[in-house]
């Protein structure tokens, strides 16, 4: 790692000095998790809807494989 400073790469034309810093960051944090699916997961499973119910199906599994083995 080099010790000397970053070189400035913003444009002239870029503007935000009406912009607001964090504007949407306790929305996004509170609503958002986003997962990369391998390709070929992603060949089965095309949208959160179907991700969603495969893993709620695997939990409830997991849950009473949980409760049994005790």
């Known amino acids: 790692m080099s010790n000397e ?28 998790n986003v997962v990369l699916l391998d390709p070929d997961v992603a060949e089965v499973f095309k949208d959160s809807e179907t991700v969603n119910s495969a893993l709620r199906t695997l939990a409830r599994i997991a849950q009473a494989h949980v409760r049994i083995g005790r």
């Open 5 to 32: 400073p970053e070189q400035d790469t913003m444009r002239s034309e870029y503007d935000f000095s009406s912009g607001a810093r964090g504007k949407h960051h306790e929305a996004y944090r509170e609503g958002t």
